[in-house]
């Protein structure tokens, strides 16, 4: 039986406005190799941002891994280590209060590219030093500031 690579996936998103425009980041690690991935969109959420961070880093990766994702999104933690998204899905997609999750077409594919492996989701503290967090912050807010970013065809929709 092979064992599954562990990689750590280090995401942060940012808005300029919430609403705004906004961008993202995902810093893979693996070994002693980096992949950095970024985007962003003409008008969105931070929180979009934040789910679209980590959306990208799981998209990247090719075989089933032993996952660690950082973040400083308590929204995206909480959202799967507190089961809310399992709830959500449970529940037709509502929440508690019975309306409508939101960012419910990130919270699917985010929900199959989990499925895929073995994860395990680390809160960091924004904006207190941590080397990687930081530099998925200013890659996120350098993708919010540019001016030839596509629409959030999820975002328009909802």
Request: hydrophobic share 35%; charged share 35%.
């Amino acid at each position: 039986m092979k064992t599954m690579a562990k990689v750590v996936l280090t995401t942060d998103g940012s808005s300029l406005g919430n609403p705004g425009p906004g961008g993202y980041a995902a810093i893979l690690e693996w070994k002693d190799k980096q992949k950095i991935l970024t985007g962003g969109f003409s008008r969105t959420t931070n929180n979009r941002m934040e789910i679209m961070a980590v959306l990208a880093g799981l998209k990247a990766l090719k075989k089933p891994t032993l996952l660690t994702i950082r973040t400083d999104s308590q929204y995206v933690a909480r959202a799967i280590s507190e089961g809310w998204l399992k709830k959500w899905q449970k529940n037709g997609w509502r929440t508690a209060g019975k309306k409508p999750v939101k960012n419910r077409d990130l919270w699917e594919d985010l929900s199959r590219e989990l499925d895929k492996h073995e994860v395990e989701f680390k809160w960091v503290r924004g904006h207190s030093g941590d080397e990687r967090n930081e530099k998925c912050d200013d890659l996120a807010r350098a993708e919010a500031g540019r001016d030839d970013l596509p629409p959030d065809a999820g975002y328009e929709q909802e």
